[in-house]
């Protein structure tokens, strides 16, 4: 994966933003296939950490601690 510069912060915050969403929405039991959607976020996760594992490769170059995107410390 190629991620500029630019839309790493992005793409981090964008992935957890799913996340959070897609898990409120998996705890408000309206969904009819909580076993699709939890595959679903399993992916989410997966890639989430695809994508912190290329934002360390040039974290220093952005200047944005990866910590300071998650709120949690890697």
């Known amino acids: ?11 981090i915050q964008a ?8 898990q409120a929405l998996l705890e408000s039991e309206t969904l009819r296939d909580v076993e699709d959607h939890e595959e679903y976020l399993m992916s989410l996760g997966i890639l989430l950490s695809h994508a912190e594992d290329e934002y360390k ?5 952005i200047g944005i601690p990866l910590s300071q995107l998650t709120g949690r410390e890697s």
């Open 1 to 11: 994966m190629n991620i500029s510069n630019n839309m790493a912060p992005v793409v």
């Open 15 to 22: 992935i957890l933003d799913a996340i959070k969403f897609n």
């Open 57 to 61: 490769k040039i974290e220093k170059e």
